[in-house]
């Protein structure tokens, strides 16, 4: 492949075991350089502003903005660029959401080693490119209509991203300045949260984001 041809790929997963293994299968490749790798979604925005990138391979569980974030901001940044997907969860409203927000392949972890390659030449290359178990759920939801609404449906994409930092241990004062919101605002926003998820504590809160994968467990 000629170096014109060569695919620049940014790796953006907060796992540096993760990261390091799929450097590790891409610099075996010949046409493909990594350009980057970061750890969590503002550093994949940030580098996506100044740095050309072809195909971005994107965790959707990071701490801060997390993938889904991502997806909806850096196609502003690069029009032209694709992005692939790479997650451990497998779950019909991971995917449908990640479709919906502009993603172009889907990728288990389980499935990296043998598939990676092949996946980012096909979004590259303007194909969509799934893991044949996410394949499956699309073709389920085709022929069976709606997705079922799972516990944080009901959630705005603030809600979402104020109990993604809640699960991190964030406190009160440092979401409202990450947020660049009041404390009272987030107070109302956690008061929403445990209203409408039916929860009593904010221990509470931190299981059910652990349990539907807004956040890794510790």
Do not use: C, W
């Amino acid at each position: 492949m000629s170096p014109a041809r060569t695919i620049r790929v940014l790796l953006a997963d907060d796992h540096t075991l993760v990261r390091a293994g799929v450097r590790h299968i891409l610099e075996n490749q010949p046409g493909v350089t990594v350009v980057g790798e970061v750890g969590d979604g503002a550093a994949a925005l940030e580098t996506l502003a100044h740095v050309a990138v072809d195909v971005l391979v994107l965790d959707l569980t990071m701490p801060g903005l997390d993938g889904f974030a991502v997806l909806r901001r850096a196609r502003a940044l690069a029009p032209a660029l694709k992005v692939l997907v790479l997650s451990m969860h497998a779950e019909q409203a991971y995917v449908t959401r990640a479709v919906r927000e502009g993603a172009d392949g889907y990728l288990l972890k389980d499935s990296a080693v043998d598939d990676l390659m092949a996946a980012i030449e096909a979004v590259r290359a303007g194909r969509a490119y799934f893991s044949p178990k996410i394949q499956r759920q699309l073709t389920d939801l085709v022929r069976g209509g709606a997705p079922a609404a799972g516990p944080l449906t009901p959630l705005t994409e603030r809600e979402r991203e104020v109990l993604q930092r809640i699960a991190e241990g964030q406190s009160t004062k440092e979401i409202a300045a990450r947020l660049a919101i009041s404390a009272r605002t987030v107070e109302t926003h956690r008061a929403n949260l445990m209203r409408k998820l039916d929860v009593r504590s904010l221990a509470q809160l931190v299981r059910l984001a652990i349990r539907e994968g807004l956040v890794d467990a510790p």
